[in-house]
């Protein structure tokens, strides 16, 4: 029987399902998990041991010099591409303009991908294992995946339900990475709960990944009949607005000691990152185009098309976990780093259960969207 929107309306009929399909989840996950073991590496790299002749770069210089390879290569692919434009469902009249109504929320969205950055790395400079601000990292992003279902499905938003397997799948990936403060050592000695800038960085993360990730899955979940599903749009306009921000606050850093007599370490190392940076620092700035690749990779599958936010979230987080358990055992094998531990291996044995609860929901969803057409 003859499509009835011709040939244009079956080839855009077959991309859409192609977008929504398990295949392509797959292939995000494959680049996703490429690039993030790339990028795991390269961080071990660079922050090796000068004993070992490895450039010993501080976690500061190397987030200078990374970050801004991954925000360049992330906006000149952005103007390039185009990916400035968003298919809207309406336009709105601001400041004399006609703009299109996503705007409205995809920019603060960008302002919070600007916080999430900075207070990742302001996480492992406080006083407290680095695998447990791991544990505390990517344990809430799981965790606010699911609420942010649960928020939607009572606002009505989201017009599906969460399976049995996603809710074992989110348990499963919390037992992963809480395995670490179990059979990994941690600083007992840190107050977290009575220490303001702990309870600050740790906020500002939690609140700006939370409205984040809610701000996609509304995005996703609210398009008209119609009106596609324009993740690039989405992913150019945050990096955008993201990339403006850390812009400013990079500034406002470098020159903090002269216009607020700010003088702390990190403020010390930031401005000598920029001012006396190591030869090696354009390498490292190299470095970042993986990282800026896997920005990509994350942003698509957090929305990806026909899944909730907990079965995104879960596979996000599980793949860059697998990534980063392999990162460890290339650099080991490469670099003679340290070798992954027992609470890696008992961590990746419950991210492989979490993963076949995964498989089993994605098989459920991809029959229910078949039946929906």
Not at 198 to 224: D, E, F, H, P, W
Not at 286 to 297: D, E, K, N, Y
Not at 343 to 352: M, R
Request: net charge positive; charged share 15%; with cysteine.
């Amino acid at each position: 029987m003859p499509n009835p929107q011709g040939p244009a309306g079956a080839r855009a009929a077959a991309s859409a399902n192609r977008d929504g399909s398990t295949a392509r989840l797959i292939q995000l996950c494959a680049g996703y998990f490429l690039f993030y073991v790339i990028t795991g590496v390269s961080v071990k790299y660079f922050q090796g041991p000068a004993d070992q002749g490895l450039p010993a770069m501080t976690g500061m210089e190397y987030l200078v010099y990374n970050t801004a390879g991954g925000t360049l290569l992330c906006l000149v692919w952005v103007f390039v591409r185009g990916w400035y434009r968003i298919e809207s469902n309406e336009l709105v009249a601001l400041i004399g303009l006609r703009i299109p109504r996503e705007l409205l929320y995809i920019v603060p969205s960008g302002v919070c991908t600007a916080i999430v950055i900075p207070t990742t790395t302001l996480m492992y400079s406080l006083p407290i294992s680095v695998m447990v601000a791991m544990v505390i990292m990517r344990g809430s992003v799981i965790v606010i995946g699911r609420l942010v279902d649960a928020v939607q499905i009572r606002q009505g938003i989201l017009k599906k339900k969460v399976y049995l397997e996603e809710d074992l799948g989110v348990i499963c990936a919390i037992l992963a990475v809480s395995v670490h403060l179990v059979l990994g050592s941690s600083d007992a000695s840190f107050d977290f709960v009575h220490s303001p800038a702990a309870v600050a960085i740790l906020g500002s993360y939690l609140a700006s990944y939370a409205i984040r990730i809610y701000i996609m899955n509304y995005y996703k979940n609210t398009r008209k009949a119609g009106v596609k599903l324009d993740n690039r749009g989405f992913m150019g306009i945050e990096q955008i607005a993201a990339s403006v921000v850390l812009t400013l606050g990079c500034v406002v850093a470098f020159f903090a000691p002269r216009w607020f007599g700010v003088q702390s370490p990190l403020v010390t190392e930031f401005r000598s990152s920029l001012v006396a940076p190591k030869p090696i620092w354009p390498l490292a700035v190299l470095s970042g185009t993986a990282f800026g690749i896997v920005a990509f990779f994350s942003v698509f599958i957090f929305m990806f098309k026909g899944r909730t936010a907990t079965f995104a979230g879960l596979v996000n987080r599980l793949t860059s976990l697998i990534a980063g358990t392999t990162a460890t055992l290339v650099f080991w094998a490469a670099c003679g780093g340290k070798a992954p531990g027992l609470q890696d291996w008992v961590s990746l044995g419950l991210i492989f259960v979490a993963v076949y609860f995964l498989t089993r929901s994605e098989k459920r969803r991809a029959a229910e969207l078949a039946a929906a057409g």
